[in-house]
């Protein structure tokens, strides 16, 4: 319990905030919970969705709760489809692995995150 305060208040005296927890699966609507299975097929492998910790690329847990990508672009939709859709780094583009509707879906689900 100690334990817990302790690190809670460190979190507040650097300035971070916890990130909530994802919604859960249950509770996703027919668009998320289809960008859930897009997300599992195409970026599953190598991103974590519902944990914390990489994989071969950054967790997506909380990207839309945060104020900057792992990258220190923004954490906005413009910048995370460009990323999905073009690539970045290490990362492939996907614009040639999923029509408009996957993509549209697998973004309302990385808001549940």
């Given at each position: ?42 970026c599953g492998s ?61 973004m309302a689900y990385?808001?549940?995150?």
């Open positions: 319990m100690i334990l817990v305060g302790v690190s809670l208040s460190v979190l507040v005296l650097a300035g971070c905030k916890p990130i909530p927890p994802p919604t859960p699966l249950a509770q996703l609507n027919e668009q998320q919970a289809h960008g859930h299975d897009v997300f599992q097929s195409h190598c991103h974590n969705d519902r944990r914390n910790g990489a994989l071969n690329g950054p967790s997506l847990r909380g990207t839309f709760k945060k104020e900057y990508l792992p990258s220190g672009a923004p954490a906005n939709d413009e910048r995370v489809v460009s990323t999905i859709r073009f690539g970045r780094g290490m990362m492939p583009p996907m614009a040639g692995t999923m029509d408009s509707g996957d993509l549209d879906d697998l990385l808001h549940t995150l």
